[in-house]
């Protein structure tokens, strides 16, 4: 059975770049799948907007707990979501100089 509308995996959902990304593909009717960090919790302010309960039969925003030093975690979670479309925004936000 075919898929109604595309399905994206984002990393870097919260930053600012995931973030305008995710609201722009949302906005296309896209199915939103985010990875985020353990430690990004306090930090969701730039999606929270656009989130709501992922039980919700409407709901096309979903978030995933995982870290790209994971491959496991990653591989399990590519072949539970299964996207269309991969857009790799992750960083780290405090890079020492």
Do not use: C, W
């Not at 870097?12 to 939103?32: C, F, H, N």
């Not at 960090?37 to 707990?65: C, G, M, Q, V, W």
């Amino acid at each position: 059975m075919a898929r109604s509308r595309k399905r994206v995996f984002i990393t870097g959902i919260t930053g600012q770049d995931g973030s305008y990304l995710a609201e722009l593909l949302l906005a296309k009717g896209y199915e939103v799948h985010g990875l985020i960090r353990r430690a990004s919790t306090f930090n969701t302010h730039r999606i929270d907007h656009l989130y709501s309960d992922p039980h919700e039969s409407d709901a096309k925003l979903f978030l995933h707990y995982g870290d790209l030093s994971d491959g496991s975690r990653l591989v399990t979670l590519m072949a539970q979501i299964r996207p269309d479309e991969v857009y790799n925004l992750a960083a780290q936000s405090h890079v020492k100089v």
